[in-house]
Nanobody
Framework: VQLQASGGGLVQPGGSLRLSCVASGNIFSINVMGWYRQAPGKQRESVATATSGGTTTYASSVKGRFTISRDNAKKTVALQMNGLKPEDTAVYYC????????????WGQGTLVTVSS
């Protein structure tokens, strides 16, 4: 499984960015895809996840500001980030994990989001 993420960059506080990730390889139809982030000096944390069945989860710190969406047919997952804050600055990683078969976590290469004036 390979994950290719894109869409990071520099944005001012209050701005918006959209991250996208496309999966390729041996993708099981029943899975969860999501976004995690890691800020300097901090542990990687879950930001938002979405199962192939449509169930979503969000970190409390991003609820109401971020929206995760996915296209199962295209094997993509996106994260729309609005109302960005300096504390959202981090490297964002796309993640894929199947619920059956190979249940390992797969990670994209990471994309840097910097929120600064």
């Amino acid at each position: 499984v390979q994950l290719q993420a894109s869409g990071g960059g520099l944005v001012q506080p209050g701005g918006s960015l959209r991250l996208s990730c496309v999966a390729s390889g041996n993708i099981f139809s029943i899975n969860v895809m999501g976004w995690y982030r890691q800020a300097p000096g901090k542990q990687r944390e879950s930001v938002a996840t979405a199962t192939s069945g449509g169930t979503t989860t969000y970190a409390s710190s991003v609820k109401g500001r971020f929206t995760i969406s996915r296209d199962n047919a295209k094997k993509t997952v996106a994260l729309q980030m609005n109302g960005l804050k300096p504390e959202d600055t981090a490297v964002y990683y796309c993640n894929y994990r199947a619920f059956v078969g190979d249940r390992r976590d797969y990670w994209g290469q990471g994309t840097l989001v910097t929120v600064s004036s």
